[in-house]
């Protein structure tokens, strides 16, 4: 849990092959380790400081700040990209000394996960993933705005207000709790990494690039995918096609709900996932 009162988003600390990474735990049991999205000021504690304590009833839950994101730096020299995170990610398994653990990734961190079952498949029991891209497709108006974001309380508020169904979730409180962190660490260079820029295809769409569906079909580990269904940005047809090349995945779709699962249907999160794990 947060060790930092002034700044919560700041927990524990531990080197994973030279990269200071700040993460936060709670609980005890077979491990589970939550992957946050992308976006300005985007942290481990922004995406699960709601989860954490809940499921850390039942369970050993990590939460960590993907190198290049929040607090965990990138190193000089080094450019984000899917063999670093999942190579980071890898490490910080290994360095807590974690056998296979279950992941629960949300939006980039589902991405993130997946990439673990090319690279590190040893490392995963099974996965849980939430408004997850995969594949090819167009990139949605939340997700260009994420890559152009200037850091001030209307921009955050606008933009965070995109992501839910209903944006009267979004306090004033947390918009400046993520505008906080977007100005200490803005994790820019690291959110261009993942989306086009207005240069790729000047006269058509934009088009963002997760993990090729022929990958997915070698999977072969348990598969719980969440989703909203008025999610604005990663669209349901993106899901519902990861869905059908996943051979070993089930599948949940929530209505009047948008890209924040585990924040906006917070106890059906929770009863979907606690009923996976125990089967998994």
């Known amino acids: 849990m947060p060790g930092n009162t002034e700044l919560p988003d700041i927990g524990l600390s531990i080197d994973v092959d030279g990269i200071q990474t700040n993460y936060h735990e709670c609980g005890e049991g077979d491990p589970v380790i939550l992957l946050h999205g992308s976006g300005p000021g985007v942290t481990a504690w922004q995406n699960w400081r709601g989860i954490l304590p809940k499921l850390g009833e039942t369970h050993r839950v990590l939460a960590l700040d993907i190198v290049g994101f929040g607090f965990s730096q990138l190193p000089?020299?080094?450019?984000?990209?899917?063999?670093?995170?999942?190579?980071?990610?890898?490490?910080?398994?290994?360095?807590?000394?974690?056998?296979r653990v279950t992941l629960v990734g949300n939006s980039f961190g589902g991405a993130l996960a997946l990439g673990m079952m090319a690279f590190h498949s040893d490392k995963v029991r099974s996965l849980i993933l939430m408004g997850t891209p995969a594949g090819e497709f167009e990139q949605t108006r939340g997700l260009a705005d994420s890559r152009s974001f200037e850091p001030s309380m209307d921009a955050m508020r606008a933009m965070m207000k995109a992501f839910p169904y209903d944006p009267s979730i979004v306090t004033d409180e947390?918009?400046?709790?993520?505008l906080r962190v977007a100005e200490i660490a803005s994790g820019k260079e690291t959110i261009h990494k993942l989306q086009p820029d207005a240069g790729q295809a000047p006269e058509g769409p934009r088009i963002v690039k997760g993990i090729p569906l022929e990958q997915l079909e070698a999977i072969d580990a348990p598969t719980l995918i969440l989703h909203g269904r008025e999610d604005k940005m990663i669209p349901l047809h993106v899901a519902v096609r990861m869905h059908e090349h996943l051979k070993r995945s089930e599948m949940h779709v929530y209505g009047q709900c948008g890209h924040w699962v585990q924040l906006e249907r917070e106890d059906q999160f929770l009863?979907?996932?606690?009923a996976f794990l125990r089967c998994n």
Request: proline share 3%.
């Open 76 to 99: 000089e020299g080094e450019k984000p990209g899917i063999k670093l995170w999942t190579r980071h990610l890898a490490g910080f398994i290994e360095a807590l000394g974690l056998d």
């Open 174 to 178: 947390a918009v400046a709790a993520r």
């Open 271 to 274: 009863d979907q996932i606690r």
